[in-house]
């Protein structure tokens, strides 16, 4: 039995950043960004009092609406993410409880930007055991909390949003085929937010300081996950004996667009095989596999051979290769 994606939603802020704006807010321009990163604008959840729950809950009932889901049916809700609601309580709980699923059990995955790639071999573990039917699994992250507007560095690159796929069991072959994931703590200075954790609180110097924020050494993050992404692509392709020519679509985590283009050239993919939003997005952290399918699901065919990856913060990263289980609605 595989565990298969039957169901996609998504949901992105009203509230659109330009790189035009970001010009009068850092030392930066269009041309600039759009050179380095490929990205154009991002979303950004600007309501006070709103987390990151209030997209993963509007990304999870989107699912529920199109795909006509009992909510009361779902087993297991997961919710991957960097930045969650509060340090203690459950995100994924306050979600499941807001969505209706009364009868699922729930927790928080956090792999930074890994999160929803790890939370795929997760789900589809739990689908794959017998015990349960339907998992949803959900990524989102309100990246602009924990983004200093002033540091050019990181607030060009990050945006907030959600996505959500629903997990279930399929005995036609279709679903979950491999994956292969890998971690390595020693990167873990190189791209962190320091300040708010159990080791080092955060006292009054680090607010005035400003480092409570998200901290990046952009080249070591950039040569790691260049290298990285790319290598695990391409080994899954050799250990699941797929030709170029097999592959579907490459689903990359949407970091910097020439990340993703190093990693298709390593697996000689075309432009048309890969899928890209990071242009209106930018980085969504965990959202940006999942909003992916969001805005692919109209073209993905049942059958399809999609390869995922990702690379984060820890570091963390993998691939994993799965069939695309059903065709588009009419």
């Known amino acids: 039995m595989n565990a298969a994606i039957t169901a996609v939603g998504g949901y992105v802020p009203d509230f659109v950043l330009t790189n035009k704006m970001l010009e009068g807010m850092v030392e930066t ?17 600007k309501e006070k009092g709103l987390g990151t729950s209030f997209m993963a809950i509007n990304a999870a009932k ?7 889901l009992d909510p ?40 930074a930007c890994s999160s929803f790639l790890f939370g795929m071999s997760v789900a589809s573990s739990y689908i794959e055991s017998g015990r349960y039917k339907k998992v949803l699994l959900i990524g989102a992250d309100k990246n602009s909390s924990m983004i200093n507007y002033e540091d050019r560095a990181t607030c060009i690159i990050f945006g907030d949003g959600a996505g959500a796929v629903l997990f279930e069991p399929n005995e036609e072959g279709y ?11 020693s990167g873990r200075e190189y791209l962190l937010v320091k300040y708010g ?55 990359p985590h949407q970091a910097n667009k020439r990340i993703i283009d190093a990693t298709a050239s390593r697996i000689g993919l075309e432009d048309d095989k890969v899928m890209m939003n990071i242009q ?18 109209s073209q993905l065919k049942k059958g399809d051979k999609i390869i995922f990856a990702a690379f984060g913060g820890g570091f ?11 065709n588009p609605s009419a």
């Open 72 to 111: 009361s049916e779902i087993d297991l809700v997961i919710v991957a993410t960097a930045t969650p609601d509060m340090q203690a309580a459950s995100t994924a709980a306050y979600t499941a409880a807001q969505i209706g699923a009364i009868n699922a059990f729930t927790f928080d995955l956090d792999a």
């Open 280 to 297: 209106k997005f930018g980085n969504t952290t965990s959202a940006t596999l999942p909003l992916l399918l969001y805005d692919y699901e």
């Open 197 to 251: 954790g159990s080791a080092f609180p955060i006292e009054p110097i680090h607010l005035a300081n400003k480092e409570q924020f998200v901290y990046q050494d952009g080249k070591n993050v950039f040569k790691h996950a260049v290298f990285n992404m790319a290598d695990v692509s391409e080994k899954i392709l050799e250990r699941n004996h797929l030709s170029k020519e097999d592959i579907s679509w490459l689903a």
């Open 175 to 185: 679903g979950v085929q491999d994956e292969l994931l890998r971690s390595d703590g």
């Open 29 to 45: 321009n269009d041309e600039w960004i759009v050179s380095r990163t490929g990205i154009k604008e991002r979303r950004i959840l």
């Open 316 to 326: 963390n990263w993998g691939a994993l290769y799965l069939t695309w289980a059903y």
């Open 62 to 68: 989107d699912l529920i609406q199109k795909s006509n």
